[in-house]
């Protein structure tokens, strides 16, 4: 099972720190940028946290404000020491960096950083004497400008400037760096003129660049030992380059996903675009036999175009071999040892038995899956969408060997990539099967905490029907609400909005409803009322008044009144909002539509219920129509003794008023207090309910009167019947809030019914003795 163990303390501080930057860290100048406190000295390991941790922070949690100053808390190195960051998407602009550039830093990863700008092109010169490592990817637009458009054409003048491709710049100075990632570089950059005065360079990626001409890579054959040139259009004469880079053998750490050994990745994206260059047994025995040393080698995605492998009989031979002589892959049995990663997920090869690798990427089985989903994640969300379909696929038909791991990986694509559609629809198809009741007991709180908070930034940031209902059904996979309560108010409003646009998918209506209904119900009256205030009862109230145009009662229909009657239970700001919105016509029209509706006459009921157990709102229920109504349904059978039992609540309530309150002349208060007589004698005890009360207090209220004794025998008869079916869990909650002297002050009472007393006995009866059987005896 995975860990509970807390955060640290530096985790917990960094936190709190980043939500509250103005009061600990820095202070607000000119009421807008931050400013550090002068008295406040932090080393690199600090800053670089804080830094990283809010990034962390901005990208993956929705509801982390970012504050437009942040980096300039950073501006000062005599306070502040940054050293290694990583800064991702549009989190950052060029005057973050600006903001930062007296810094020494040593590392620089910049991610799909989209709105930085050829003026970040300079800021990077001010980090040249001591950069070691950096990375663009994604940076689509760091090699423009912006320039006046007087000499543009014409088009250019619809904007008020020009995107003009800047082509000097050079990495002239950057005597340091041995670690650079250019990946998907935007097409017209000169890259060899650009890398040309880098003279060390140990690591290098050029994904989705491409260039016909690779030569100049020869100029780091003596130190280049780390390659990556996914997605580039490969030829022979790009292979006899790379097989001239002789160092690629040694170990160092790269910008591959396997940071102890030396990485050569030529891997291509099957599904992007058509490749003449096809992988043959010829050309893999020359990258083995030139480059026998290599530790890390990704070939995923190529067809191989001859036969690679050793005959079916020698596969099926012996138990499963990593060793190179025994390879099932012909070229790989000249390796001097097995590799510590193999690249070969969408490729035959992947299939094959004795393949000379510690860690495989591939689409065999789980273990390969997993692989290709760690590796690919950071950089190739394309190739990462469709290794986590395969582990849907494992998940939803076998058994999930390594869950934790599985999960894990999961939550991490699906916040490095939370605008990707592909992703968030795998992703979150995959934690639905991964989050079932078979897995629950493998799981942390801290865990499906992560869980939850990331199916609610899918919610948040992908406004898409399949991520919608997918995120949807996932949260059925939690004990709810206990296992929200911790995103309360935020996955209401998620749910909400999900329900408001009446053009929504009616599979994800029926889910937000019957999560909605689930929040709502057992929770305190502090959250029902902080709900309804967010528009929940509005909102059912439309789903309900749409499907009524529709002439429709469906789960919809039946699991909004339900959610009304537990977000109204307790809680009068409901129940008058449900009465400010038409909610009495919409029960009268819902009762004329659909009068075989057994469930729907319950829910509606009990609603009306809550709503007359409110004093102040129970002159709206009289009216000669209403009470009608409610009398007629005493006689109803439906689902059992429980409509009847709930409009005889209602009018109980209304009863107690007493007969000045009895406002309609028809029908009259005693021919209605007859019919609730005949139906309460009419109901079997022994019901068993389809109803929960978390207190009796609206029912105990009913007893210590004698203005109306058909209200008093109502509530004893209720008591009497959930003490007698359900002791476990309404003897105790009786005792506790007072009913038993309620009850023998009753029984004492002039204006009591006989019945009603005999009753009340009997309860009590029903209560001593279940107190005596659960008495604590052990000494």
């Known amino acids: 099972m995975a860990s509970d163990t807390p955060e640290s303390l530096m985790a917990l501080c960094t936190d709190f720190c980043l939500r509250n930057l103005d009061g ?149 100075g950057f005597s340091r760096l041995r670690f650079l990632n250019l990946g998907r570089m935007i097409d017209g950059v000169p890259v060899e003129s650009l890398l040309r005065p880098l003279s060390s360079l140990a690591a290098l990626d050029l994904s989705g660049i491409q260039t016909s001409d690779a030569t100049f890579l020869t100029q780091w054959k003596d130190s280049l030992v780390s390659l990556v040139l996914y997605n580039m259009d490969l030829s022979d004469d790009h292979i006899r380059v790379i097989v001239q880079l002789h160092k690629l053998r040694c170990r160092i750490l790269t910008f591959s996903p396997h940071p102890t050994s030396s990485h050569l990745d030529i891997s291509r994206d099957r599904l992007s675009s058509y490749y003449k260059f096809k992988l043959t047994r010829k050309v893999l025995s020359l990258l083995v036999q030139k480059l026998g040393n290599l530790m890390s080698l990704d070939i995923s995605g190529h067809m191989i175009l001859e036969n690679c492998s050793i005959s079916k009989m020698d596969e099926e031979a012996g138990q499963t071999s990593i060793e190179p002589s025994k390879s099932s892959i012909m070229p790989f049995r000249a390796l001097k040892r097995p590799l510590q990663f193999l690249g070969l997920f969408e490729t035959s090869l992947c299939r094959l038995t004795h393949i000379p690798a510690y860690k495989v990427s591939g689409d065999k089985n789980e273990e390969q899956v997993l692989n290709a989903i760690e590796a690919y994640t950071e950089h190739r969300p394309e190739i990462t969408s469709r290794a986590i379909n395969l582990l849907f696929d494992i998940a939803r038909i076998e058994r999930c060997n390594q869950l934790l791991r599985a999960l894990k990986l999961v939550i991490t694509a699906l916040k490095c990539h939370k605008y990707d559609k592909n992703i968030q629809v795998t992703g979150s198809a995959a934690l639905f099967y991964l989050t079932n009741s078979e897995y629950r007991s493998e799981q942390s709180v801290k865990l499906r905490r992560q869980v939850i908070q990331v199916v609610l930034n899918g919610m948040e940031s992908y406004q898409e029907v399949t991520v919608q209902r997918n995120c949807c059904l996932t949260l059925c996979n939690f004990s709810i609400p206990e296992e929200l309560e911790f995103q309360y108010r935020r996955v209401n409003e998620l749910l909400l909005s999900i329900l408001n646009p009446t053009r929504q998918d009616e599979s994800i209506q029926r889910i937000a409803v019957h999560l909605c209904n689930a929040l709502v119900c057992q929770v305190d009256n502090d959250h029902k009322e902080a709900v309804g205030k967010m528009g929940f009862v509005v909102t059912m109230l439309k789903l309900i008044q749409k499907k009524l145009l529709d002439k429709t009662c469906d789960q919809v229909m039946e699991f909004s009144w339900s959610a009304l009657w537990n977000i109204t239970d307790e809680t009068p700001d409901n129940c008058e909002m449900f009465l400010n919105f038409n909610g009495m016509k919409l029960f009268l029209d819902c009762l004329k539509e659909f009068p075989e509706k057994q469930e729907l006459h319950r829910n509606m009921l009990g609603l009306l219920g809550n709503v007359a157990e409110v004093k102040e709102l129970r002159p709206q229920l009289m009216t000669s129509q209403f009470i009608s109504v409610f009398s007629n349904l005493l006689e109803s059978k439906a689902d059992g003794i429980e409509v009847s039992y709930n409009a005889c609540g209602v009018l109980s309530h209304i009863m107690f008023d007493g007969p000045e309150a009895w406002g309609v002349c028809e029908p009259q208060r005693v021919e209605v207090e007859e019919r609730m007589w005949a139906a309460i004698q009419s109901w079997d005890i022994n019901s068993r309910r389809n109803i929960n009360y978390r207190s009796f207090e609206p029912i105990l209220r009913l007893l210590p009167q004698g203005i109306s004794p058909v209200s008093q025998h109502w509530a004893t008869w209720a008591l009497y019947n959930l003490v007698s079916v359900y002791p476990d869990k309404y003897c105790p909650l009786l005792i506790k809030e007072g009913g038993m002297p309620l009850l023998r002050d009753m029984i004492k009472m002039a204006t009591a019914r006989q019945e009603t007393k005999e009753m009340a006995r009997k309860v009590i009866e029903h209560c001593s003795n279940f107190r005596e059987e659960n008495m604590d005896t052990s000494r």
Do not use: M, W
Request: charged share 25%; aromatic share 10%.
């Open 24 to 172: 600990t860290l820095g202070y607000l100048l000119d009421k807008e940028t931050l400013q550090l406190h002068p008295d406040i000295f932090l080393p690199s390991e600090i800053c670089d946290r804080l830094v990283n941790e809010y990034v962390e922070l901005v990208s993956a949690a929705c509801t982390f404000e970012p504050h437009e100053s942040f980096f300039s808390l950073f501006s000062e190195p005599r306070s502040t020491r940054l050293t290694r960051i990583h800064l991702r998407e549009d989190l950052v602009q060029d005057q973050d960096l600006e903001a930062i550039r007296k810094q020494d830093l040593v590392e620089l990863y910049l991610t799909n950083c989209e709105k930085l700008s050829a003026k970040s092109l300079q800021t990077l010169r001010s980090f040249s004497h001591s950069l070691v490592s950096l990375s663009l990817f994604g940076c689509a637009n760091i090699f423009y400008e912006e320039e006046n458009p007087g000499g543009c054409e014409d088009e250019c003048l619809v904007n008020p400037t020009c995107q003009v491709l800047v082509k000097d710049f050079t990495f002239e």
